[in-house]
């Protein structure tokens, strides 16, 4: 059974940082390379950052040289280290494998990130 549970968001000023983790079951995990996504209001969900079961990341324009994801194997976790933080940044955060994602499937409650001063 799939589960997916995101933390760590939170309130912080422009330029600050923020770490989110997700907490994956160990089907998913070991299965899918995994993803953070975000949705802002009154916008789509986006994919912003994606990890490989080996490591190999990718990232949206939108947050590349700022955004780093990381996995650890051990414990079935997905991080995204959110550095130089920027208002358009606000959104409600989750992780999914983007292989199987789909709009309607399965979601975790995703982590409320807020950056505003």
Same mark, same amino acid.
């Given at each position: ?20 983790? $997700? ?37 949206? @324009? ?9 996995? @650890? ?15 358009? @940044?606000?959104?409600?955060?989750? $992780? ?22």
């Amino acid at each position: 059974q799939v589960q997916l549970v995101e933390s760590g968001g939170g309130l912080v000023q422009p330029g600050g940082s923020l770490r989110l983790s $997700c907490a994956a079951s160990g089907s998913i995990f070991s299965s899918y390379a995994m993803g953070w996504y975000r949705q802002a209001p009154g916008k789509e969900r986006e994919l912003v950052a994606a990890i490989t079961r080996g490591g190999s990341t990718n990232y949206a @324009d939108s947050v590349k040289g700022r955004f780093t994801i990381s996995r @650890d194997n051990a414990k079935n976790t997905v991080y995204l280290q959110m550095n130089s933080l920027k208002p358009e @940044d606000t959104a409600v955060y989750y $992780c999914n494998a983007p292989r199987i994602a789909t709009p309607k499937g399965y979601w975790g409650q995703g982590t409320q990130v807020t950056v505003s001063s």
